[in-house]
């Protein structure tokens, strides 16, 4: 039987990250990987190259800078002639860019010497894992170390089952080769609102269906609240409560009925995308004998450290606990592939950070007011709009704002919060911050340049004290 120091089942940015580091790391690594493209090529890279992260950004992208030809450069005193769109270009575009990237996870794979088995993986007894080749018969590999990163995909609900045609999924929202009249989403979620929002600048008439009635409510409530209010003013229209209870698909359009506090209501559009979260995949993934616990919500049991209930075997990214993001599942595969060299692996929690691609951006890291005060933390916060903030102003982009919420006593940064322009790109001074326990102080006494938008961050710190210099404090 031949065997590996390492085999890694999903080559997604958790199974591929981690198979590049234990290959670092001198081990002997096999990574299995089961996609094929929508050409039936075979492709690294799992659901965040292929139809995820990348192609979604693209196509976030492609749609902001129409919007803003149109709407935002007139101001700027530029105005074109005859601006048209060619959905079918912007597809081919966004095609391209994921053609690139996951055939460079294909070069980085041959220059780590990493073997990609392609076909299926399934862990069997006493760490053999069963390689399903596309084409041929399953061969046995003994492996000293397993790793399991076979991710996750979109959860179907039976009131409006997809037909790849009038009701996709995220997927098929990164695929449609016109701007569809009218949009519905079922799920206000992240996934909802980015795809709502490529569609929505693009001319489509959007409306999200959203079963809870609090609008995103991972996010801090004063964040979440300031996100509502510019998308709806954007046009999207958020209509919360809403439990959709079924779908009927006509040669015109789809009807969607849902229930809300108002009683039985309808809606009919012409696509509607389905976004209620995603599901680990564990099918056909272990033998029965294997022994492999799953939680009870179907993700694989693991400790801390990613180890499985089964020694040597671990698991990562989406089909484990935690938040299904691409940065969490890679930092997971950076761990286990350092434990299982012997070395000391780790994974901060606490400094996940999360976004949301919109217009503005959301971005966050650590804890949520709301849920700090629930747990009785006493807190003090500081907030600063970008209103004030020079280079937002010169961008025709000062929409949002910064908090910083710090312990009240020990002045310990415990959440950052922003929404507004390049909230992705500012997230990640605090997230630094917050790795090495900075107080808001800290962040307050840094010098940031002038004019930059985290500066924004900056005064957000010294408001926490009442020091803001361009607000009333
Ligand atoms: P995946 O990326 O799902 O990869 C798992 C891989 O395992 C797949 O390629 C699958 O084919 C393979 N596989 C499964 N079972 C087997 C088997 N038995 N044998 C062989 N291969 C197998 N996250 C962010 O952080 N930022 C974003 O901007 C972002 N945008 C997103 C946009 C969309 C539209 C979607 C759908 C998701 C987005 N995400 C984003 C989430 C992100 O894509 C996931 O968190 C991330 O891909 C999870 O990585 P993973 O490696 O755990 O799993
Ligand atoms: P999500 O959990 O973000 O949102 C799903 C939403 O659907 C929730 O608000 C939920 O209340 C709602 N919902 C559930 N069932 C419903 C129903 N029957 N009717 C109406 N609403 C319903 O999930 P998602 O948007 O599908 O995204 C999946 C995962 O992908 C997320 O966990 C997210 O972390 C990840 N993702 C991340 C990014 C990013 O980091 N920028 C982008 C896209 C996706």
């Excluded at 969607?256 to 559009?269: A, R, W």
């Excluded at 400790?303 to 691409?326: K, S």
């Excluded at 997971?332 to 691609?357: L, Q, R, S």
Aim: aromatic share 4%; charged share 20%; with cysteine.
């Amino acid at each position: 039987m031949k065997s590996y120091d390492v085999i890694v089942i999903g080559a997604g940015p958790a199974g591929y990250v981690a198979a590049i580091r234990a290959a670092q790391l001198g081990l002997t690594t096999a990574c299995i990987e089961g996609y094929r493209n929508k050409d039936g090529e075979p492709a690294l890279g799992g659901t965040c190259l292929n139809v995820g992260c990348i192609p979604s950004k693209a196509l976030l992208d492609s749609s902001d800078q129409y919007h803003r030809l149109l709407h935002t450069l007139p101001t700027h005193g530029i105005t074109a002639g005859n601006v048209s769109l060619d959905v079918k270009a912007m597809i081919a575009r966004k095609d391209q860019i994921v053609r690139d990237m996951t055939g460079g996870i294909k070069q980085l794979f041959q220059a780590n010497k990493v073997d990609w088995l392609q076909g299926h993986g399934k862990l069997l007894d006493g760490k053999v894992v069963e390689f399903t080749p596309h084409k041929g018969k399953p061969e046995k590999l003994q492996a000293g170390s397993v790793v399991i990163a076979t991710g996750s995909q979109p959860i179907e609900i039976d009131a409006a089952p997809l037909d790849g045609e009038r009701i996709v999924d995220s997927s098929g929202a990164l695929e449609f080769t016109s701007v569809p009249k009218r949009l519905g989403v079922i799920g206000a979620g992240v996934i909802g609102l980015e795809m709502g929002s490529v569609w929505s600048r693009l001319g489509a008439e959007v409306v999200l269906l959203e079963a809870q009635t609090t609008f995103l409510a991972a996010a801090d409530n004063r964040i979440a609240r300031e996100a509502q209010r510019q998308f709806e003013k954007q046009g999207l229209e958020i209509r919360l409560g809403a439990r959709v209870t079924g779908t009927k698909v006509t040669s015109r359009g789809v009807t969607v009925s849902y229930e809300d506090d108002k009683g039985q209501q309808t809606l009919t559009v012409d696509k509607l995308i389905v976004a209620v979260g995603r599901r680990p995949n564990t099918e056909n993934l272990f033998a029965a004998d294997s022994n492999l616990l799953l939680d009870e919500r179907g993700f694989i049991h693991v400790d801390d450290q990613c180890q499985t209930n089964i020694p040597g075997v671990y698991a990562i990214g989406d089909v484990v606990r935690g938040p299904m993001l691409a940065h969490k599942g890679s930092e997971e595969g950076i761990m286990v592939a350092e434990i299982i060299a012997g070395k000391a692996g780790h994974v901060n929690y606490d400094t996940i950070p999360w976004v949301i691609y919109t217009d503005p951006e959301i971005a966050w890291v650590g804890r949520t007011e709301q849920a700090l005060k629930a747990a009785a933390v006493p807190i003090k916060s500081g907030t600063f709009n970008f209103a004030a903030n020079g280079r937002a102003r010169a961008m025709e982009s000062a929409v949002g704002m910064a908090k910083v919420i710090a312990h009240a006593e020990t002045d310990r940064v415990l959440g950052v919060h922003i929404i507004g322009p390049m909230a992705s790109e500012l997230i990640a001074e605090v997230v630094l911050a917050m790795e090495f326990g900075a107080s808001s102080e800290d962040i307050a006494r840094t010098i940031h340049a002038h004019p930059t938008l985290s500066e924004a961050v900056r005064e957000a710190a010294l408001s926490v004290h009442k020091q803001a210099i361009h607000k009333a404090n």
